[in-house]
């Protein structure tokens, strides 16, 4: 087709016809793009054996696996590693206390908690310990402190004044005042 329109401008350059028919003779051209334009055939598809190439020359979607929230609430949560602990903190710029910094991790994912351990383990359902996953909360020392577990037997949290969230393993102490887990994030 773009062939055809091109053989007809070189001719009608090189035999330079008067302005008149040269006219007409292009007209005729567009009218013949136009319906071969409406007639032509369906695309060609990477799946077409005929055309090839096209695999090539069609862009790919790209499957994106989607992790359970859980595993994404604990992914987002280690951001915040080595952030300072302020008690009644629910920032990242002025610190976390420990269900603050809870609170704002779930927030980020639409998911709307109180400033308050006690009130956080009034959501959710009760998960049993050899039962956590990534995501689940898990709440110490009479449920005044609260952490999210991110797998392996280790939760990140923000201790106490005078340290940064921070990562521990699930043993000695805390396992002794281990009061219970939560799952808020469904998988």
Not at 22 to 32: E, G
Not at 92 to 99: K, T
Not at 126 to 134: G, T
Request: glycine share 10%; net charge positive.
């Amino acid at each position: 087709m773009l062939h055809d329109r091109l053989v007809l401008a070189l001719l009608v350059c090189v035999v330079a016809l008067p302005s008149g028919l040269a006219q007409s003779v292009s007209d005729h051209a567009d009218k013949r793009a136009q319906v071969a334009f409406s007639q032509a055939a369906p695309a060609r598809t990477a799946s077409d054996p005929w055309f090839p190439i096209a695999e090539f020359a069609a862009p790919r979607r790209r499957k994106t696996l989607q992790h359970p929230l859980g595993v994404r609430v604990a992914d987002y949560a280690k951001r915040f590693l080595g952030t300072r602990y302020l008690y009644g903190g629910s920032s990242p710029s002025d610190g976390f206390d420990c269900s603050g910094f809870v609170r704002y991790v779930y927030a980020h994912f639409g998911v709307s908690l109180a400033h308050s351990s006690y009130a956080q383990f009034a959501r959710g359902s009760s998960i049993d310990q050899r039962a956590l996953k990534p995501g689940d909360l898990v709440f110490f020392d009479e449920l005044g402190h609260v952490g999210i577990y991110i797998g392996n037997g280790r939760f990140i949290h923000a201790p106490h004044s005078g340290t940064h969230i921070r990562i521990e393993t699930l043993g000695g102490w805390y396992r002794s005042h281990l009061d219970g887990a939560r799952r808020i994030a469904r998988s």
